[in-house]
């Protein structure tokens, strides 16, 4: 059995930032992939960002420089610094691991809210 468990969502300011974490039941250095989605009310889900077990990473165009991603083995927790935050970063989060046995095994969070507004 595998839990993630998002947290660190809330409202915050334009401007502002706000760290998420995501603890995992287990070890992550067990997921050769982790990332960060976020859905907005009325919109598909989109890749914010990915982090391999190798240390790649992969930003979405409309947080580069603003969001990064990063893991700590010892914690079991993947994290995501938000910084800069803009009203369209409002969405629920959510926590993403995969494992690959010959096939891609994924493995979601319940999602955290996050606001962003004035």
């Known amino acids: 059995q595998v839990q993630l468990v998002e947290s660190g969502g809330g409202l915050v300011q334009p401007g502002g930032s706000l760290r998420l974490s995501c603890a995992a039941s287990?070890?992550?250095?067990?997921?050769?992939?982790m990332g960060w989605y976020r859905q907005a009310p009325g919109k598909e889900r989109e890749l914010v960002a990915s982090?391999?077990?190798?240390?790649?990473?992969n930003y979405a165009d409309s947080v580069k420089g603003r969001f990064t991603i990063s893991r700590d083995t010892a914690r079991n927790t993947l994290y995501l610094q938000m910084n800069s935050l803009k009203a369209e970063d409002t969405a629920d989060y959510y926590c993403k691991g995969e494992i690959l046995r010959g096939l891609i095994i994924s493995y979601w969070g319940q999602g955290t809210q996050v606001t962003v507004s004035s």
């Open positions: 287990g070890s992550i250095a067990s997921f050769n992939t």
């Open positions: 982090i391999t077990s190798g240390g790649s990473t």
